[in-house]
C-alpha cells in the first residue's frame, strides 16, 4: 500500500500520479488535499510519514510546489526517509542506497512524464541489503 499526500502545489501532478497506481493495479491511500484550494504541506507530509512509520503504508509518494517544505516534514518523524527526487538515477539510487521509504517531488520543477518515470524506479527498485548502507542507516536513526 502507496501513501499518497500532496498540497495545493502538487495537486496537479498528483493525479496524473493516480492515474499511473491505478492503470498499474497499484494499491494505495490518499491522505489528500484534495482540491488545489491552498493548504499548509506539513499537515500532508506529516499525515503520510506516519502512516509509513506505523506500518500502515509500505511506502509514500509526497508532492508540493517544490517538494522542499513536504519533504522537510516528513523527515522530522523517526524512522522516515523521504528523499526529494528530480531525476530516474536518484530514485533508483535512493531506494538501493538509503531504503528510502517517502518519494518527494516538485510539481512545479518536474513535468508528469519525467515525474511518473521517477514513481516508477523508485517503486521498483529493491533496497541493496549491503552492509554499509544498513550501517550508514543506522548512523541517521542514532
Ligand atoms: C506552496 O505555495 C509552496 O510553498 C509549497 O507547495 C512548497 O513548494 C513548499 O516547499
Known amino acids: 500500500m502507496i501513501a499518497l499526500g ?5 495537486f496537479p501532478l498528483m493525479a496524473e500520479v493516480i492515474k499511473y497506481l491505478e492503470e ?8 489528500g488535499t484534495f482540491s488545489d484550494e491552498s493548504v499548509d504541506y506539513p499537515k500532508f507530509g506529516k499525515l503520510v510519514a506516519h502512516a509509513v512509520a506505523d506500518g ?11 517538494g522542499i517544505g513536504i519533504s522537510i516534514a516528513a523527515n522530522k518523524v523517526k524512522g ?11 530514485a533508483k539510487a535512493t531506494r538501493e ?14 513535468g508528469p512524464g519525467l515525474a511518473l518515470e521517477i514513481v516508477k524506479a523508485f ?15 543506522n548512523q541517521i536513526e542514532d
Do not use: W, Y
Open 56 to 66: 500502515t503504508c509500505e511506502k509514500g509518494i509526497l508532492i508540493c510546489g517544490t
Open 24 to 31: 498499474q493495479n497499484i494499491p494505495f491511500k490518499n491522505f
Open 80 to 90: 522516515i526517509r523521504a528523499a526529494l527526487c528530480g531525476d530516474v538515477f536518484s
Open 123 to 137: 517503486l521498483e527498485t529493491p533496497f541493496s541489503n549491503d552492509e554499509r548502507h544498513i550501517r550508514r542507516i
Open 6 to 10: 500532496c498540497d495545493h502545489g502538487g
Open 97 to 110: 542506497h538509503n531504503n528510502a521509504n517517502i518519494l518527494a517531488m516538485g510539481a512545479r520543477v518536474t
